[in-house]
């Protein structure tokens, strides 16, 4: 038997074909009908069925007693649940419970749509993401432009004559704010059509090796570079609004200009360690092609500058930067630049007024206990969660005492790892909903498991804002839930009922009438809920949920049923231009240079004399084979490429003693690791890459599911004032050789 399903485990959602042998996964292989991905697959998608058939994945609660960890009942689980929430919520009240979610429920359309009932139960200021280790920087630049937190251009790839890579490896990471299936057929593509692409990275990366030139910038200084880029387009009177002339404030353009005059390719050749003819040209080039987009990501979003010896993060002002370069040389909003796409279950840039709407608040109006650092877009910066744990007010002890993580494992996610994985032991409760006994979840006191992908249905809310073509693609669930599992819809809907119950000391509501409210919100958030929950009747769960809001979305008579009468999925066509309906600013025009932003170039000009360059700086290096700290214990895709080696330039482990395949210790300001030494030119040198996602646990052993927790090393200090992502990037550390 063959079934057709998108797979789930990274931004590209391949379309998959399953065959079935009973109850089993037989095969895999990427489904040529599909109208996104074309029969595309990486490793990740055909190792779906190891992953639903791994005997190591949860699929009962577990309880922590005084032996640790057992399996549990659901019953027995949202007891302890309950008892928990009312000692804590009772005696601290709901500000002393922290939420954290993972990057996996951006691909869980029963997250997408549940998960915000959960938040306002906890009613919890205390709320933090993988987003501040991530994207946030892009998502606040772009919010404060355009308006919402997905009002996302992509990169319309397939019709590009110039694509750019600042600080990214699409090649690798299978796109990222960017779902683009089969990157490297459209890489060739491009080639052969005659574009080119450029990429600027501190390492030979795969998408490196594609492209017709490798920049190898020195880490950290993606920013000047792009500030020196915006100068030669005001210098040499380059720019060209293109789609946004009618959207921008003619004004403030010409204040950009002023404002990036000290950053010529001269001041900042030395700092980038490119040449300033290079930089100048390089402008040049994306100015004069026929289309041009340009991209940045983990890089431009998660890098320090090092600023008289302190690494800090200017992510969102470099970000911005990339905005403004696609918006200065007419890229933005035309075909083979950047562009937004219109998903079909709406989204931000589809909902209230076209064209105009709130816009987004940065810095946002809460502050954390101990630092005082701002939230952003509703959360606060993940660097500051574990003092926020282990740091009680001198006067009224206060903390945070109980920790809720949905799909996610901040143990080896986050900054200074160490500090948190010790904060988790002062806390009251720990409840984590994970597939796995993670890093994470090995200290809680409740594990609720999360399902196989293969046994809940899926379709891509979030990623088809950001798709690089626009598409709708429904699949079932493959298999039923075994025995002893749980929808994790009900899961969710389940703890909100609790924390609701708790919080506001009310009668606890039932799962169908938490469902319910969900739909009546999904409803009336995208047109008449009597006759919207009508029309879909008999429909309940995510398949009510997405059925609302295809119809309240921006495609005509596109429903569920359509979907699931195109197992193949519907293709809805290439990106188009939205300039100015896609616009949700209160000024109903881009807002070019936001006050912060302003601000955030001034800051930058005061460090500019007093850049300092490490003489070791470490960067992450992202893995096809698994996705951030999951995958890489299934058999399939352990090893190969997937190797948690410190990646060392020659010239810097003859200087540091080290040789190949040697055991040495990594250090910096945070904390110790013992890596295993890869000597490579394909890092410049001053440069040491190690990729993340990677369990702490004898780093140093041959074995291929364990390798050095990054994160140990990067600072919890030093966070981008305006979105509060970390510094992950351009860490200065030092390589010292250990005797064996």
Same mark, same amino acid.
């Given at each position: 038997?063959?079934?057709?399903?998108?797979?789930?485990?990274?931004?590209?959602?391949?379309?998959?074909?399953?065959?079935?042998?009973?109850?089993?996964?037989?095969?895999?292989?990427?489904?040529?009908?599909?109208?996104?991905?074309?029969?595309?697959?990486?490793?990740?998608?055909?190792?779906?069925?190891?992953?639903?058939?791994?005997?190591?994945?949860?699929?009962?609660?577990?309880?922590?007693?005084?032996?640790?960890?057992?399996?549990?009942?659901?019953?027995?689980?949202?007891?302890?649940?309950?008892?928990?929430?009312?000692?804590?919520?009772?005696?601290?009240?709901?500000?002393?419970?922290?939420?954290?979610?993972?990057?996996?429920?951006?691909?869980?359309?029963?997250?997408?749509?549940?998960?915000?009932?959960?938040?306002?139960?906890?009613?919890?200021?205390?709320?933090?993401?993988?987003?501040?280790?991530?994207?946030?920087?892009?998502?606040?630049?772009?919010?404060?432009?355009?308006?919402?937190?997905?009002?996302?251009?992509?990169?319309?790839?397939?019709?590009?004559?110039?694509?750019?890579?600042?600080?990214?490896?699409?090649?690798?990471?299978?796109?990222?704010?960017?779902?683009?299936?089969?990157?490297?057929?459209?890489?060739?593509?491009?080639?052969?059509?005659?574009?080119?692409?450029?990429?600027?990275?501190?390492?030979?990366?795969?998408?490196?090796?594609?492209?017709?030139?490798?920049?190898?910038?020195?880490?950290?200084?993606?920013?000047?570079?792009?500030?020196?880029?915006?100068?030669?387009?005001?210098?040499?009177?380059?720019?060209?609004?293109?789609?946004?002339?009618?959207?921008?404030?003619?004004?403030?353009?010409?204040?950009?200009?002023?404002?990036?005059?000290?950053?010529?390719?001269?001041?900042?050749?030395?700092?980038?360690?490119?040449?300033?003819?290079?930089?100048?040209?390089?402008?040049?080039?994306?100015?004069?092609?026929?289309?041009?987009?340009?991209?940045? =990501?983990? +890089?431009?979003?998660?890098?320090? $500058?090092?600023? %008289? @010896?302190? !690494? *800090?993060? &200017? #992510?969102?002002?470099?970000?911005?930067?990339?905005?403004?370069?696609?918006?200065?040389?007419?890229?933005?909003? =035309?075909? +083979?630049?950047?562009?937004?796409? $219109?998903?079909? %279950? @709406?989204? !931000? *840039?589809? &909902? #209230?007024?076209?064209?105009?709407?709130?816009?987004?608040?940065?810095?946002?109006?809460?502050?954390?206990?101990? =630092?005082?650092?701002?939230?952003?877009?509703?959360?606060?910066?993940?660097?500051?969660?574990?003092?926020?744990?282990?740091?009680?007010?001198?006067?009224?002890?206060?903390?945070?005492?109980?920790?809720?993580?949905?799909?996610?494992?901040?143990?080896?996610?986050?900054?200074?790892?160490?500090?948190?994985?010790?904060?988790?032991?002062?806390?009251?409760?720990?409840?984590?909903?994970?597939?796995?006994?993670?890093?994470?979840?090995?200290?809680?006191?409740?594990?609720?498991?999360?399902?196989?992908?293969?046994?809940?249905?899926?379709?891509?809310?979030?990623?088809?804002?950001?798709?690089?073509?626009?598409?709708?693609?429904?699949?079932?669930?493959?298999?039923?839930?075994?025995?002893?599992?749980?929808?994790?819809?009900?899961?969710?809907?389940?703890?909100?009922?609790?924390?609701?119950?708790?919080?506001?000391?009310?009668?606890?509501?039932?799962?169908?009438?938490?469902?319910?409210?969900?739909?009546?919100?999904?409803?009336?958030?995208?047109?008449?809920?009597?006759?919207?929950?009508?029309?879909?009747?008999?429909?309940?769960?995510?398949?009510?949920?997405?059925?609302?809001?295809?119809?309240?979305?921006?495609?005509?008579?596109?429903?569920?049923?359509?979907?699931?009468?195109?197992?193949?999925?519907?293709?809805?066509?290439?990106?188009?231009?939205?300039?100015?309906?896609?616009?949700?600013?209160?000024?109903?025009?881009?807002?070019?240079?936001?006050?912060?932003?302003?601000?955030?170039?001034?800051?930058?000009?005061?460090?500019?004399?007093?850049?300092?360059?490490?003489?070791?700086?470490?960067?992450?290096?992202?893995?096809?084979?698994?996705?951030?700290?999951?995958?890489?214990?299934?058999?399939?895709?352990?090893?190969?490429?997937?190797?948690?080696?410190?990646?060392?330039?020659?010239?810097?482990?003859?200087?540091?003693?080290?040789?190949?395949?040697?055991?040495?210790?990594?250090?910096?300001?945070?904390?110790?690791?013992?890596?295993?030494?890869?000597?490579?030119?394909?890092?410049?040198?001053?440069?040491?890459?190690?990729?993340?996602?990677?369990?702490?646990?004898?780093?140093?052993?041959?074995?291929?599911?364990?390798?050095?927790?990054?994160?140990?090393?990067?600072?919890?200090?030093?966070?981008?004032?305006?979105?509060?992502?970390?510094?992950?990037?351009?860490?200065?550390?030092?390589?010292?050789?250990?005797?064996?």
């Amino acid at each position: 038997m063959t079934v057709r399903h998108i797979c789930p485990l990274c931004e590209a959602t391949c379309g998959l074909e399953l065959t079935l042998d009973g109850d089993r996964v037989a095969s895999v292989r990427g489904d040529a009908d599909d109208v996104f991905s074309r029969g595309f697959v990486c490793p990740k998608g055909v190792a779906i069925g190891d992953l639903h058939h791994d005997p190591a994945r949860l699929r009962a609660p577990m309880v922590r007693d005084e032996t640790g960890l057992r399996e549990a009942t659901w019953d027995e689980a949202f007891d302890r649940i309950r008892e928990g929430l009312r000692t804590v919520i009772g005696e601290s009240g709901p500000n002393a419970v922290a939420l954290y979610l993972g990057n996996p429920n951006s691909h869980n359309v029963t997250s997408t749509f549940y998960l915000p009932a959960l938040v306002r139960a906890l009613a919890t200021r205390y709320r933090f993401s993988a987003s501040t280790v991530d994207q946030m920087p892009q998502q606040v630049a772009l919010g404060l432009m355009y308006g919402t937190e997905l009002s996302v251009p992509v990169p319309d790839i397939d019709r590009t004559d110039l694509f750019l890579v600042i600080g990214g490896n699409p090649l690798v990471s299978n796109g990222s704010l960017m779902t683009v299936p089969d990157m490297p057929g459209r890489v060739r593509a491009l080639r052969a059509r005659g574009g080119r692409m450029i990429v600027v990275d501190p390492v030979h990366t795969r998408t490196a090796a594609a492209a017709d030139e490798h920049l190898a910038i020195r880490p950290g200084t993606d920013v000047l570079l792009l500030a020196a880029m915006v100068n030669v387009l005001f210098a040499e009177g380059l720019v060209e609004l293109g789609a946004a002339a009618d959207w921008v404030d003619r004004g403030n353009v010409a204040r950009i200009g002023q404002l990036l005059a000290p950053f010529t390719p001269e001041a900042v050749a030395d700092h980038t360690g490119l040449s300033a003819a290079r930089i100048a040209q390089l402008a040049r080039e994306v100015a004069a092609a026929e289309s041009a987009a340009v991209y940045g =990501r983990m +890089g431009t979003s998660t890098s320090a $500058l090092n600023v %008289a @010896g302190e !690494p *800090t993060s &200017f #992510g969102t002002l470099a970000s911005w930067l990339v905005a403004v370069l696609n918006l200065l040389t007419g890229n933005l909003d =035309r075909p +083979g630049g950047v562009m937004f796409p $219109l998903p079909p %279950a @709406g989204g !931000p *840039t589809t &909902f #209230g007024e076209p064209g105009r709407g709130r816009g987004v608040r940065i810095p946002g109006s809460q502050r954390t206990r101990v =630092r005082g650092l701002a939230s952003a877009l509703g959360e606060f910066p993940v660097a500051a969660l574990a003092e926020e744990i282990d740091t009680p007010d001198p006067d009224t002890g206060e903390r945070v005492r109980a920790l809720m993580t949905v799909a996610g494992n901040p143990v080896v996610s986050t900054p200074d790892a160490g500090r948190l994985e010790r904060a988790l032991e002062a806390l009251d409760l720990l409840i984590c909903l994970d597939a796995y006994v993670t890093e994470t979840s090995r200290h809680a006191d409740v594990i609720l498991p999360a399902p196989s992908p293969l046994s809940r249905d899926h379709y891509d809310v979030v990623f088809a804002s950001l798709a690089v073509r626009n598409t709708a693609r429904w699949s079932p669930a493959v298999f039923p839930l075994g025995e002893t599992e749980r929808d994790e819809g009900e899961t969710l809907l389940r703890l909100a009922a609790i924390a609701a119950s708790v919080v506001n000391a009310v009668p606890e509501p039932t799962v169908e009438q938490m469902d319910d409210l969900v739909a009546f919100e999904v409803a009336r958030r995208v047109g008449d809920p009597a006759e919207l929950l009508a029309a879909v009747a008999p429909r309940r769960g995510v398949p009510r949920l997405l059925d609302l809001s295809l119809r309240g979305g921006p495609y005509a008579d596109l429903d569920l049923a359509v979907l699931e009468a195109a197992p193949a999925g519907v293709d809805l066509g290439p990106l188009t231009p939205r300039l100015p309906e896609v616009l949700r600013t209160p000024t109903g025009c881009i807002e070019v240079l936001p006050e912060p932003i302003g601000e955030e170039i001034a800051r930058l000009a005061d460090a500019l004399p007093r850049v300092w360059v490490p003489d070791l700086a470490l960067v992450g290096r992202r893995q096809l084979r698994t996705n951030n700290s999951w995958l890489r214990t299934l058999p399939r895709l352990a090893g190969g490429s997937s190797r948690a080696t410190l990646q060392v330039n020659p010239d810097d482990a003859e200087r540091a003693g080290v040789d190949a395949q040697a055991v040495a210790l990594l250090t910096s300001d945070s904390g110790s690791v013992e890596v295993l030494v890869e000597v490579t030119d394909a890092v410049r040198p001053g440069v040491v890459c190690l990729p993340h996602g990677w369990s702490q646990a004898d780093a140093w052993a041959a074995d291929a599911t364990r390798g050095p927790n990054i994160n140990v090393l990067t600072p919890s200090s030093g966070v981008d004032p305006l979105s509060g992502t970390a510094v992950l990037n351009a860490v200065p550390v030092t390589l010292t050789a250990v005797a064996r």
